[in-house]
C-alpha cells in the first residue's frame, strides 16, 4: 500500500506545482484593465515631437494601444501582422494605432520602427525618459506586465477588448465599421 501512494504522489505533486505555476503566471501577466473600463487618458510625445492626447484620438476614432518592445521577439514578428490591419482601417478615419514601445535605447527603437515598416504616425517611447506622461509611466497606467500587450478603445475611450488577435480587431472593426 506504501508503494503505492508514494507512486501516485509522486506524479500528482510535480502536477499540482506545475498547475499552480501556470496559474499564478497567468494571474501575474493578465493584463491589469478589463473590458469595458475607462481607458486611462494620457499626454505624450510622439517620435515626430508632437504631443499626442489619447482623449483627443478617442473622440471619434476606434484606437489600439499596442505595448512592444524593440527587443521583444514575439513583438517583432507580431508586428508585421498589424501593418495591414492599421493600412486597411485607418482609411475610414476612423481606427489609428498608438505604438507604446517599452525602452531603453531610442536607437533601437527608432531601428525597428524603419526595420518593421510601422506605418503609424503615434510612436511613443515609454522608459526612454523622452516621452513619458508627466505623472508616470503610460505602461503603469494601463498596468502592462509583458509585452506584447494590446487594448482595443472604442471611440469615447472605453476598453472594447484586451489584447485581441488580429483576427478580432478586423471583426470588431468590421462589425463597427462596414
Known amino acids: 500500500m506504501k508503494k503505492s501512494w508514494k507512486g501516485w504522489l509522486s506524479w500528482v505533486l510535480p502536477l499540482v506545482l506545475l498547475l499552480g505555476f501556470v496559474y499564478l503566471r497567468y494571474q501575474y501577466l493578465k493584463p491589469g484593465l478589463v473590458r469595458g473600463a ?17 482623449s483627443d484620438l478617442t473622440s471619434q476614432r476606434y484606437v489600439l494601444l499596442y505595448f512592444w518592445g524593440s527587443w521583444c521577439s ?9 501593418v495591414p490591419v492599421y493600412e486597411r482601417w485607418a482609411k475610414t ?6 505604438g ?18 510601422l506605418p503609424w504616425p503615434f510612436q511613443l517611447a515609454d522608459g526612454i525618459g523622452l516621452n513619458l506622461s ?3 509611466a503610460i505602461s ?7 509585452v506584447p500587450s494590446k487594448y482595443l478603445l472604442a471611440p469615447g475611450g472605453k476598453i472594447l477588448a484586451v489584447n485581441p488577435s488580429v483576427g478580432e480587431v478586423e471583426r ?5 465599421l462596414q
Do not use: M
Open 38 to 54: 475607462q481607458a486611462p487618458d494620457f499626454s505624450a510625445i510622439s517620435l515626430v515631437g508632437d504631443t499626442l492626447h489619447l
Open 74 to 82: 514575439v513583438c517583432r514578428k507580431e508586428n508585421p501582422k498589424w
Open 93 to 98: 478615419g476612423k481606427f489609428t494605432v498608438v
Open 100 to 117: 507604446i514601445a517599452i525602452e531603453k535605447n531610442p536607437e533601437a527603437w527608432k531601428a525597428a520602427i524603419r526595420k518593421d515598416a
Open 134 to 136: 508627466p505623472v508616470q
Open 140 to 146: 503603469d497606467l494601463y498596468l502592462v506586465k509583458s
Open 172 to 176: 470588431l472593426l468590421g462589425e463597427a
